[in-house]
């Protein structure tokens, strides 16, 4: 109804035809006829189709109320207007005819009333189902106000359970905090105690290596004491030589077992960072392994020569003003372990990466540098050529692919066959004190794997790099050989 009564709105159909009658009052006198009686046929057109479309609005609201809504309207104000239009429309109806409506209408009068009646009885009854519902909602709303109560109650219980369990969270927080520091405190104190150890232990070497020493001279003392009171012939004998431990033979112990440690370090700390950095630029992790080995027994080759020539280097200085009770070559080591920071160990990892980078085993992409192992190579170094001044010497023992397992001397690794015999490549090298294993090596070992891998390698050449004429240029120039750095001052 609302969208037929807007579109009678929307055509605004009597202005319409209020200007339609303005213009033909005004112009009644001008027009014929004819027109005038075109107009008010065109007048009368107009005004039936405003009639049905109201009609069609009364109609569409008629069915949109309920069955007993509009009877009144419909009894007293339209169905007389619709008789007097009739009655005034057609003056020729009979007495009969109005007679008959008239029945009509007092028949339907009477059904109205008895719908009235009906209508009347049921809504009585749906009061009185109203009026019982509304208890019962009565009585449900008092079962849920007492439902509300209680579970106000539980809640506030609950609330206070909760405060109390957040309470003693919070407290065995504080507790594991207080406890995580007295750890701290604890693990801080035994460092320091482990420092202490140490430095008693470097000052019992200490003691022991003064006492000898005060122990020789007052020999030494006795000796000459005796000697003058002795004939003069006497004093062109040769003097008598007493064999005194040096510093480097009495701290051998400890500085085998800090180095034999700091192997096994450089196996479980540095080679892993050194392969975690690789396999950023390198997928395979085999070749990963492979250039990892051999900066390890590059770095030792390289300072075992190092070694042997800065030991050269400082025999040949010390003989020129060497006395004492030790000999030459004991005292040549002696200063080697007290100078250990005159060790060049930058020339030796310039000359393992240029190793490297011609060495045809390995590869590596164009845009990185060996020198990203320059850490690992560095330490290696370092532990390499102090292992070189223990008596005996600490080596890397002797490894090359293809050979059979030893199990005295190399540990498999996670990802090998347990059965293989062969060494495909290995890992980590094993450190040897003359033909006693000390730290065992790593390998892998695969049945198969190095027939296929040198088919492979002979089908596809080589990848390897070797240093650009700059490159080398700029090694040799940082080069400096340790014995060179040597002079009189220093001894």
Same mark, same amino acid.
């Given at each position: 109804m609302a969208d037929t009564l807007r579109r009678l709105t929307n055509t605004s159909s009597f202005s319409v035809l209020q200007d339609k009658l303005e213009n033909w009052y005004r112009d009644y006198h001008v027009f014929s006829c004819d027109q005038n009686l075109n107009k008010c046929c065109e007048l009368i057109e107009l005004t039936a189709k405003v009639q049905g479309q109201l009609f069609t609005i009364l109609n569409i609201t008629a069915t949109e109320g309920d069955h007993?809504?509009?009877?009144?309207?419909?009894?007293?104000?339209?169905?007389?207007?619709l008789g007097n239009c009739f009655s005034f429309s057609k003056p020729s109806v009979t007495d009969d005819t109005s007679l008959q409506l008239i029945q009509d209408s007092a028949e339907k009068d009477r059904k109205i009333r008895e719908l009235s009646f009906s209508h009347e009885s049921d809504m009585k009854k749906m009061e009185v189902q109203l009026s019982s519902t509304r208890l019962q909602l009565e009585s449900v709303? /008092?079962? %849920?106000?007492? /439902?509300?109560?209680?579970?106000?109650?539980?809640?506030?219980?609950?609330?206070?359970?909760?405060?109390?369990?957040?309470?003693?969270?919070?407290?065995?927080? /504080?507790?594991?905090?207080?406890? $995580?520091?007295?750890?701290?405190?604890?693990?801080?104190?035994?460092?320091?105690?482990?420092?202490?150890?140490?430095?008693?232990?470097? %000052?019992?070497?200490?003691?022991?290596?003064? $006492?000898?020493?005060?122990?020789?001279?007052?020999?030494?003392?006795?000796?000459?004491?005796?000697?003058?009171?002795?004939?003069?012939?006497?004093?062109?004998?040769?003097?008598?030589?007493?064999?005194?431990?040096?510093?480097?033979?009495? +701290?051998?112990?400890?500085?085998?077992?800090? %180095?034999?440690?700091?192997?096994?370090?450089?196996? +479980?700390?540095?080679?892993?960072e050194a392969? $975690?950095?690789?396999?950023?630029?390198?997928?395979?992790?085999?070749?990963?392994?492979?250039?990892?080995?051999?900066?390890a027994t590059e770095s030792f080759q390289r300072a075992k020569l190092t070694y042997h020539q800065f030991k050269l280097q400082v025999r040949k200085t010390l003989s020129k003003s060497h006395f004492g009770p030790e000999n030459l070559e004991d005292a040549a080591v002696d200063y080697i372990v007290r100078n250990l920071d005159l060790y060049d160990v930058q020339s030796n990892v310039n000359d393992v990466i240029s190793a490297m980078n011609g060495n045809p085993q390995i590869s590596f992409p164009l845009e990185v540098d060996f020198s990203l192992i320059s850490p690992l190579i560095r330490e290696t170094c370092r532990v390499a050529f102090a292992m070189q001044t223990l008596d005996p010497p600490l080596d890397l023992a002797f490894a090359s692919d293809g050979e059979l397992f030893n199990g005295t001397k190399y540990r498999r690794s996670f990802d090998s066959e347990f059965t293989a015999p062969v060494v495909i490549y290995h890992v980590w090298p094993a450190l040897v004190?003359?033909?006693?294993?000390?730290?065992?090596?790593? /390998?892998?070992?695969?049945?198969?794997?190095l027939w296929s891998r040198s088919r492979s390698r002979s089908s596809s050449p080589l990848r390897s790099r070797s240093l650009s004429p700059a490159r080398s240029v700029r090694f040799n120039g940082k080069r400096s050989l340790s014995p060179k750095r040597l002079t009189a001052s220093h001894l």
């Open positions: 007993y809504d509009g009877i009144e309207t419909l009894k007293t104000r339209f169905l007389p207007w709303t /008092a079962e %849920l106000m007492d /439902a509300q109560k209680e579970l106000s109650d539980t809640k506030s219980k609950s609330t206070t359970t909760l405060l109390a369990t957040e309470d003693e969270i919070l407290q065995l927080k /504080a507790d594991l905090h207080s406890a $995580n520091e007295q750890v701290e405190i604890y693990k801080r104190k035994l460092e320091t105690l482990d420092d202490y150890e140490r430095q008693v232990r470097l %000052l019992k070497d200490e003691v022991s290596y003064l $006492n000898t020493q005060k122990a020789i001279l007052q020999e030494r003392l006795v000796k000459s004491c005796s000697q003058s009171s002795l004939p003069r012939f006497s004093h062109s004998s040769s003097p008598l030589k007493c064999d005194s431990p040096t510093r480097a033979q009495l +701290t051998n112990s400890s500085r085998h077992a800090r %180095l034999v440690s700091r192997f096994s370090d450089l196996y +479980t700390v540095e080679r892993l392969q $975690n950095l690789l396999q950023r630029y390198i997928p395979d992790l085999e070749m990963v392994q492979r250039i990892i080995f051999i900066a004190e003359g033909n006693t294993v000390v730290v065992k090596g790593e /390998a892998v070992t695969k049945r198969g794997g």
